[in-house]
């Protein structure tokens, strides 16, 4: 095996797709892909042993993507613009992909609601890369 065996699993941008209708372009930050199992305490009397831990549901965290600011911020505008009429839950592709361009997994989230975008922080006292941050709220992943 060659030492210079690349890690699959290394990725330098995840691409963002709104149902069909919003290609959101790539990001270069991706965080809260995940979930958790909500657990119940019951204590039962009598038994001083152990506290009974109980399952319940499955709680999703939200979904933060961030870049710098560049031509496809635009497209986040427009798909809060047709967000005015009401908003409706929908589903998100996301995508990791290699410095080649090829994918290495993807996650398919049901239920999205954007909850907030965030613009960058400019001062001209420090010269730092404008980014943005787009957070979505979801209710779970679709198969496949």
Same mark, same amino acid.
């Given at each position: ?104 997994? =993807? ?31 979801? =209710? ?5």
């Amino acid at each position: 095996m060659s030492e210079t065996t690349l890690d699959p699993a290394v990725s330098v941008c995840f691409k963002v797709k709104i149902d069909d209708d919003h290609d959101l372009g790539a990001f270069t930050g991706c965080d809260g892909l995940g979930c958790e199992v909500v657990m119940e305490q019951r204590e039962e009397g009598g038994n001083n042993a152990f506290v009974h831990q109980l399952p319940s549901r499955i709680k999703y965290s939200n979904v933060k993507l961030t870049r710098a600011v560049n031509a496809d911020t635009q497209k986040i505008a427009a798909w809060f613009a047709s967000l005015a009429s009401g908003v409706t839950r929908t589903t998100a592709h996301i995508v990791a992909m290699t410095v080649e361009g090829k994918e290495v997994w =993807h996650w398919n989230l049901q239920g999205v609601v954007p909850v907030r975008w965030q613009g960058p922080s400019m001062s001209v006292d420090s010269a730092k890369v404008a980014t943005e941050t787009l957070e979505l709220a979801h =209710h779970g992943f679709l198969p496949g």
